[in-house]
């Protein structure tokens, strides 16, 4: 009996392994490549947790086709060999969609490493969204066919901004102040170039290309900015160097109008409250913000905010169109095979939470949506979504229709056989 009891035991047991790993096996992995360590550490984390977020929200209606999807970190310390290494890793252990959002390196290493894995593995092929990362070249010369890049790209954003200033008549003195990388350098060429054509009566008092991600104080650098007597600076910084070149900027009392593309990223709202900076300074041109007036967005935020905490905003607005079309197109198709699935993405159009529509251009697979500038200052209760529990919010200033923002590509993409 003792004997028979412990057969019993075992085979249970191992039925039981058996069930979890097919359990496990019949889940759809999506790899999540972004810094989860170092000074980018927190705009990692907030992506990863902003795709647990999303699968939750997929699961919870019960999955794609009735498959749930499995969401993994994998840290690259934001450099572009890491991404690859773990890239690898992610597609070991199952992943067929990886997901990245932070620095232009490792995006671009990213399509090369996937052009070359998935013509050697057929059967493993593989897909990238992008999902914030703005290096015109992932969809320009190193564009690939296996990526989808979500967010708008540099080039696109400081054309949209550009045509913004156009009817800022107050503005005549512009400093701008970039990372020196790939992302940093693009936005000074495209402002330089297009305040040329557009704003020619404006002068470019200061550009300054500085280190990513190794600047501690930048008190220096704001002290040239006020010497330059510029009144209003473009940057491109993100993260914590945005954070703390506000900080820098309101504690030495600059006054000026600051045009940012990322600052509704971790910790700039902060600053800008902590250092004196005054209401309504800050603007900054994204895909949406906590506040654009679409109903079906901010009911996203607001369960996002209800999941992941009050203060933090949904800071990455690509995601959810990204999670929304790979579901439908999945659904549709009655697949989880990216490579039918991405095929049916060339070319299609969609409708963003956040309004209008959109499109993926086939010849790149760059996504063109509506851009909205936005301002950050005191938000009265009940009348909006503050940043980072801080009572400040973005006010909604304007909208540039994703027409407006369509440049050429220079993808020679090669498809698959």
Aim: aromatic residues 8%; contains cysteine; glycine residues 10%.
């Amino acid at each position: 009996m003792t004997k028979t009891l412990k057969t019993v035991a075992c085979v249970a047991a191992l039925t039981a392994l058996s069930i979890a790993a097919a359990r496990a096996e019949d889940a759809f992995r999506l790899a999540v490549i972004d810094p989860l360590s170092g000074p980018a550490a927190t705009t990692g984390e907030v992506g990863l947790k902003t795709w647990q977020f999303l699968a939750g929200e997929v699961n919870a209606a019960g999955g794609i086709n009735g498959v749930k999807i499995d969401v993994t970190g994998y840290d690259n310390k934001l450099n572009a060999q890491e991404t690859s290494i773990q890239a690898q890793k992610a597609i070991d252990s199952g992943a067929r969609l990886l997901v990245r959002a932070n620095g232009g390196a490792p995006g671009v290493a990213l399509n090369e490493f996937l052009n070359k894995f998935n013509e050697r593995n057929p059967t493993q092929q593989t897909i990238y969204f992008d999902y914030a990362g703005t290096d015109p070249t992932a969809t320009n010369e190193k564009c690939s066919y296996w990526q989808i890049r979500w967010a708008s790209n540099t080039d696109m954003k400081v054309l949209a901004l550009s045509k913004f200033l156009k009817e800022q008549k107050d503005l005549k003195k512009v400093y701008l102040f970039n990372g020196d990388y790939s992302t940093g350098q693009g936005i000074q060429k495209g402002m330089r170039a297009n305040l040329a054509s557009m704003r020619p009566d404006v002068s470019i008092v200061g550009d300054e290309l500085v280190p990513l991600m190794k600047i501690n104080d930048f008190a220096p650098y704001v002290e040239k900015i006020k010497a330059s007597g510029a009144d209003a600076v473009v940057t491109g910084e993100w993260g914590q160097d945005l954070a703390l070149l506000l900080k820098a900027g309101g504690e030495a009392g600059l006054k000026v109008k600051w045009y940012t593309f990322f600052a509704q990223g971790i910790g700039s709202p902060t600053a800008v409250r902590q250092s004196g900076l005054p209401a309504h300074s800050v603007y900054q041109i994204y895909e949406a913000h906590a506040n654009v007036p679409f109903p079906a967005y901010q009911e996203e935020e607001k369960r996002f905010r209800g999941v992941v905490g009050s203060g933090q905003t949904m800071m990455y607005p690509a995601s959810v169109n990204a999670m929304d079309v790979f579901t439908s197109v999945a659904r549709e198709l009655k697949t989880l095979d990216v490579t039918k699935i991405i095929a049916k993405m060339e070319g299609m159009k969609f409708k963003p939470r956040s309004g209008a529509e959109a499109w993926i251009r086939a010849e790149d697979h760059q996504v063109f949506q509506p851009l909205y500038v936005a301002t950050l200052g005191p938000i009265e209760k009940g009348e909006g979504f503050d940043e980072e529990n801080t009572g400040w919010g973005w006010r909604h200033i304007g909208e540039i229709k994703a027409e407006e923002t369509v440049v050429p590509t220079t993808c020679q993409m090669k498809r698959p056989q």
